[in-house]
């Protein structure tokens, strides 16, 4: 409970009232019981017919349980067909359905045009992705990896006759699977050929360049 | 016996229908208004109410000469139950009939009491009808009304009706009996067409308002009809034309030649066949315009020849409408037209772009200058991002409604907690908000109540059935425990998300004010409903659908059902038995029980319950799938 409490107030402490006060009653919450007294009355997490019982930040069922994980795909069924949930008129959903439609489809083709590239940063915990579609050229690429990056504290990522200060360099794999160094050829050779990104230390690359010449 | 028609608010004493009395309350009749007359002996025939013939004549005179002045219907209310003198004087001097529930009195009771009203405002189908839940067919027509009203008010001229099926033949009738009439307003009705609306059109020569708002307006292909055309050819009195509804293109021509004929138009608002081109010309007709409904704001594939509309330009017709306050509309939004509404930024009081699919981005330019904004409602496609832009600014707003770009359950959703806070420590000034979203904690709505004091009407929606607290993993009974608790002014409160039978006892606790209460897939049993119709003293509307609340928590309920307007009830746990109890120890009360369209009442199990109080009786109309015990 006591972990919960300093969550919040680490989460909210900006807000005027930094001092989340749950009330009392918080405590007393396990304790209330349905008029008959049963156990199905009892609190506990996830969906209602579920048998899993523990207590956790997350809302996620216990991994190994297949018999939750069963009626969770059941009552996933269900779910597609309730009536009227969410409480939004029909009125409005169907003033989207046609830029909804739109939207996937908008979605669906440029997915399929594969313009969607894995990045990897050598040293970074997660890898991105971005859409390369969207960049008109390889400053813009630069610029926004660098700002996508920061968070890794690297120096600014550079082209290769950046020789001073350069840390990182950036990369591509080829559709032959060949690692190439990113910015020689024209950009739209490159974002037909890219398979996807990866930012490695500048020494690394170096070998690319020598190799090259 | 007390008739009123409304129902809202109830002098406790007085008006109490206790189970068992047939309802009749004690009013002034019989047992002594004790009139200070000194001729009050005369009365041999013992009936003290009446007093001296003269003196009382001009009281009443004197008496409707001030009730006049009495607006508010609950006044009203208690003002006819004073004596029999009063009651009459305040059924004569009542201008506008509020009718919460159609079937809770007759046309016929209403117009015989009140025989001077000028306006009627009549509700008709359940809420939960707007979610699909009431069966096609099931009632509220406006018919029996607007024939009873040709024959009894020659002089009506204003209607408002929601939820109520009207047909075309209706709205003609309408249009044909009432010569002053002025005032239609449409909210959620079904049932007519564009040769309803030509009718009204054609036909109602003092028409100062038309507006349509959130109407199922069905044409079949064929038989659209070209209302706007039909307006009368000279200057109209048109002061407020909303046709947003109206699935159907208009005939622009016609449209623009109306606005540029209405010199009082102060509010406009066009379907989404209206292009931005086209929106432009009429702004040029009407710069006079307050409100002002967009369409689609966005360019249609022009002919060869006719140039694309430049931002620029559309952007000086903002420039010239000096008095705009209200925007909406923006149906199909292209994003390089938004910024043609900021010259009228500063000036809005009420900005709609719940049909705009904005992003944070584009949001935060237009949101930015609209310092004086009051109502905002907006798609969650904004995110937490577009909310603190818009807590930043609008330091005044009163309203605040995010919907869904997307309304499944497993959807993502841009917005969450993070934005509720958000909102919460930027517009303290907050009255009424409704929040869609699939992500909250306790801790985000405990903020909310604590900073936004003001809170008149709290509806969250996680959309996420039996979610709990995204952090915690909590039911959310604690964040609107805090909100009963600590917004004091609060009367309307929607639930959702994990919820026990604790988060009822809070709002029967603290809930006191609280008069409209919606409930969804919510508690652990019948202890919740008991809790709430014991202790929400004020409760007039509950609607519940797909809780665990049986027959015990029904009965519970018995001496508070003649206060409350209406209690629906869908897929929970009743079963006949305990409907026809109710139906059996409450006589004035009509218990409609029914399932879905096609299925035959069977078995025990009661799909849908649905009661409301009524002078009446069962209705005659009832659909073969519902069953009145």
């Excluded at chain 1, 795909?73 to 969410?86: F, L, N």
Aim: charged share 25%; proline share 4%; aromatic share 8%.
């Amino acid at each position: 409970m006591t972990l919960t409490a300093n969550t919040d107030r680490l989460l909210f402490s900006a807000t005027p009232h930094s001092s989340v006060e749950f009330p009392a009653r918080l405590r007393e919450m396990e304790d209330v019981k349905g008029s008959d007294g049963l156990g199905d009355t009892e609190l506990r997490l996830g969906l209602p017919g579920t048998s899993t019982a523990t207590r956790s930040a997350k809302r996620a069922l216990p991994e190994g349980d297949e018999e939750s994980h069963d009626e969770l795909r059941r009552t996933s069924a269900a779910k597609a067909q309730v009536v009227g949930w969410p409480p939004i008129r029909s009125y409005r959903k169907n003033s989207f359905p046609a830029r909804k439609a739109e939207a996937e489809a908008e979605a669906e083709a440029e997915a399929a045009a594969g313009l969607y590239v894995k990045v990897s940063m050598d040293g970074a915990p997660y890898l991105r992705k971005i859409d390369l579609s969207v960049y008109k050229g390889y400053k813009e690429l630069r610029e926004s990896l660098n700002h996508m990056f920061q968070c890794f504290s690297l120096g600014e990522l550079s082209r290769r006759e950046g020789g001073s200060g350069s840390e990182y360099a950036i990369t591509y794999e080829d559709k032959d699977g060949d690692l190439m160094l990113v910015g020689d050829v024209p950009w739209e050779m490159f974002i037909s050929s890219c398979k996807r990104l990866r930012i490695m230390k500048g020494y690394e690359a170096r070998g690319l360049e020598s190799r090259k010449h | 016996m007390t008739e009123d028609c409304d129902g809202e608010e109830k002098d406790e004493e007085t008006r109490r229908w206790s189970p068992g009395q047939g309802g009749s309350s004690s009013r002034g009749g019989g047992s002594g208004t004790s009139s200070s007359s000194p001729l009050k002996n005369r009365c041999v025939r013992g009936r003290v109410d009446q007093p001296p013939p003269f003196s009382g004549q001009v009281l009443e005179n004197v008496l409707e000469n001030v009730l006049q002045f009495l607006a508010c219907r609950r006044d009203r209310n208690a003002a006819s139950l004073v004596c029999r003198s009063w009651y009459r004087a305040e059924a004569r001097t009542r201008l506008e009939l509020f009718i919460g529930n159609c079937y809770a009195v007759s046309p016929a009771r209403a117009l015989g009491r009140f025989r001077c009203a000028r306006a009627l405002v009549l509700k008709g189908r359940p809420r939960f009808a707007d979610f699909n839940l009431v069966p096609v067919g099931w009632g509220a027509r406006f018919s029996p009304w607007v024939a009873a009203m040709a024959a009894a008010y020659p002089w009506l001229e204003r209607v408002c009706l929601k939820r109520m099926t009207v047909s075309d033949a209706d709205l003609a009738l309408l249009a044909r009996s009432f010569s002053s009439f002025r005032d239609l307003t449409l909210i959620c009705c079904d049932g007519f067409g564009t040769p309803g609306l030509a009718a009204v059109a054609e036909l109602c020569r003092n028409l100062r308002v038309l507006d349509l708002i959130e109407n199922d307006v069905e044409d079949e292909d064929e038989e659209v009809v070209d209302w706007i055309s039909r307006f009368p050819e000279t200057d109209t009195c048109l002061e407020s034309l909303s046709f947003e509804c109206v699935n159907c293109p208009v005939n622009f021509v016609a449209l623009e030649a109306l606005v540029a004929r209405s010199p009082c138009l102060r509010r406009l608002r066009v379907n989404q066949h209206v292009s931005v081109g086209q929106l432009r010309c009429l702004m040029v007709r009407a710069p006079q315009l307050t409100h002002l409904g967009t369409g689609s704001f966005e360019t249609v594939p022009v002919a060869d020849g006719a140039a694309e509309l430049d931002v620029a330009e559309l952007e000086s017709s903002f420039v010239a409408s000096k008095s705009l306050v209200c925007l909406s509309g923006f149906r199909m939004v292209a994003p390089e037209y938004l910024p043609a509404i900021y010259p009228v930024c500063a000036g809005l009081v009420s900005l709609n772009l719940s049909y705009a699919m904005t992003t944070a981005e584009q949001l935060k330019p237009v949101i930015l200058r609209c310092h004086n904004l009051q109502t905002f409602w907006v798609l969650d496609t904004v995110g937490d991002e577009g909310l603190r832009a818009a807590a930043k600014t609008c330091k005044h707003l009163r309203e605040l409604r995010v919907f869904p770009f997307e309304a499944t359950e497993d959807s993502e959703s841009a917005v969450s907690d993070a934005g509720l806070v958000a909102i919460s420590e930027g517009c303290q000034k907050l009255r009424s908000i409704l929040y869609f979203c699939q992500r909250m904690t306790n801790a985000a709505v405990v903020t909310m109540s604590k900073n936004c004091q003001d809170l008149v009407v709290f509806r969250l929606c996680i959309m996420g059935r039996h979610r709990p607290d995204h952090i915690t993993g909590e039911p959310m009974d604690e964040g609107f425990g805090a909100i009963v608790m600590n917004c004091k002014k609060l009367t309307r409160l929607a639930v959702s998300g994990l919820l026990t039978d604790k988060v009822f006892e809070y709002i029967a606790k603290y809930g006191k004010l609280v008069r409209t209460l919606s409930v969804a897939f919510a508690g652990n049993s019948d202890l919740s409903l008991r809790y709430v119709l014991e202790g929400c003293h004020k409760l007039q509307k509950l609607e519940i659908r797909d809780s665990p609340f049986g027959d015990a928590g029904l009965l519970s309920g018995i001496h508070h059902y003649y206060n409350m307007r209406f209690l629906w009830m869908n897929s929970c746990k009743l079963s006949l038995r305990g409907c026809k109890e109710v139906a059996q120890r409450l006589p004035r009360l009509v218990v409609e029980v029914f399932g879905d369209q096609n299925k035959e009442l069977d078995s025990d199990a009661v799909e849908k319950l649905y009661l409301y109080r009524s002078l009446v009786g069962p209705r005659d109309d009832v659909p073969s799938f519902v069953k009145i015990l």
